[in-house]
């Protein structure tokens, strides 16, 4: 097949002058090399794209490919992980990974616990303040007690999270909410904070076809920032996590079922990765699932499970194509001939 590669590379906006941190969910050239190693191996011819705004000009020039392999981010705003899928939607290209709703919707954390709680899962209960000026009643809407958990509402790869995330009493809340929405310029997610064992499940496929591949506990060493899976722990995981793979028969079953519920409450497609943490009681919750989970062959969660569980990354790649090609859209001609139309070509 003809495979386009999107994705955002982070030297690029790096480059550009965007801060580290924040372009830390974007993707180095290792990875993508990767990924387009790894598809030309299973026999594809690889176009490498790259970010939303050098897609859509191809799009509307009228090219087109038999699949895109979709990791773009995305840029600015709560729905960024969805714009890719929508544009490629519009134009009735088939892509890997999650449909724009399910990207959107998870990606706001707390609209993905609401789902989560319909659904009758395990998840921290939460409450979120969007302004500033909400920070300040913070202290008396919470009152589930201490220590609580806080975090941005809408990023990934740990940013905005430190040991300062931990909070203790209502003072450090009101002035940790304050400064995260100063910070990030979205609202703050508030939870109970879990003082358990903490997990990653990876799963592929889709909806009936969806499966475990593994589940590790994320053990932090004692150079990581203590009791966090920080930005930093993850950015240096190298020197500051283990990640073990679980043993234990009761634990993968207990933890694999609550991370498969909760992937297929949410829509997942084709791969991802549940976040699960443990309370006192050793009881497991949903935290939150990354549905464009990273794909460095070494560096990133997904894969480094997978080859705890024997799969090679070549043959994660390709489980994730094979799922994706399930869903082919048809009727490309008709989008060829409103295109014309439309253009008076």
């Keep these: 097949?003809?495979?386009?590669?999107?994705?955002?590379?982070?030297?690029d906006y790096l480059k550009a002058g965007l801060p580290e941190e924040a372009a830390a969910e974007f993707d180095s050239e290792s990875t993508i090399n990767a990924l387009a190693s790894a598809l030309e191996g299973l026999?594809?011819?690889?176009e490498r794209v790259g970010n939303v705004f050098s897609l859509a000009p191809?799009?509307?020039?009228?090219?087109?490919?038999?699949?895109?392999?979709?990791?773009?981010?995305?840029?600015y705003g709560r729905s960024r992980e969805a714009q890719v899928p929508a544009l490629l939607e519009a134009y009735q290209i088939p892509y890997t990974f999650s449909d724009p709703l399910t990207l959107a919707v998870t990606l706001d954390k707390a609209v993905a616990k609401q789902i989560i709680q319909a659904a009758g899962l395990r998840t921290p209960r939460f409450i979120t303040a969007e302004t500033i000026a909400e920070c300040?009643?913070?202290?008396?809407?919470?009152?589930?007690?201490?220590?609580?958990f806080i975090k941005p509402l809408c990023e990934g790869t740990g940013k905005g999270i430190t040991n300062a995330s931990i909070v203790r009493d209502p003072a450090a809340l009101v002035q940790g909410a304050a400064v995260l929405l100063e910070q990030y310029?979205?609202?703050?997610?508030?939870?109970?904070?879990?003082?358990?064992?903490?997990?990653?499940?990876g799963l592929v496929g889709t909806g009936e076809q969806a499966r475990v591949v593994g589940v590790m506990e994320v053990v932090l060493l004692d150079k990581?920032?203590?009791?966090?899976?920080?930005?930093?722990n993850k950015e240096f995981?190298?020197?500051?996590?283990?990640?073990?793979p679980v043993q234990d028969s009761a634990l993968l079953q207990a933890a694999g079922e609550l991370a498969l519920a909760a992937y297929c409450a949410l829509g997942c497609r084709d791969a991802g990765r549940v976040d699960l943490r443990a309370d006192l009681d050793g009881q497991l919750h949903f935290l939150e699932v990354n549905p464009l989970a990273g794909l460095h062959p070494t560096h990133s969660d997904l894969p480094i499970l997978s080859t705890?569980?024997?799969?090679?990354?070549?043959?994660?790649?390709?489980?994730?194509?094979?799922s994706a090609l399930e869903r082919q859209v048809t009727g490309r001609g008709w989008v060829e001939k409103v295109m014309r139309f439309s253009t008076g070509k």
């Design 1 to 11: 097949m003809r495979i386009a590669l999107t994705y955002d590379l982070r030297s």
């Design 185 to 201: 310029q979205q609202p703050v997610l508030v939870e109970t904070y879990l003082p358990g064992r903490e997990f990653t499940v």
């Design 308 to 322: 705890q569980a024997g799969w090679t990354y070549t043959r994660l790649i390709e489980a994730i194509v094979t």
């Design 58 to 75: 191809k799009l509307s020039a009228g090219q087109t490919w038999d699949l895109v392999f979709n990791v773009c981010e995305g840029l």
């Design 43 to 46: 026999g594809h011819t690889v």
């Design 224 to 232: 990581a920032e203590p009791g966090v899976y920080s930005y930093a």
């Design 136 to 148: 300040g009643t913070l202290a008396q809407r919470w009152t589930q007690g201490y220590p609580v």
């Design 237 to 244: 995981c190298e020197d500051r996590v283990h990640y073990v």
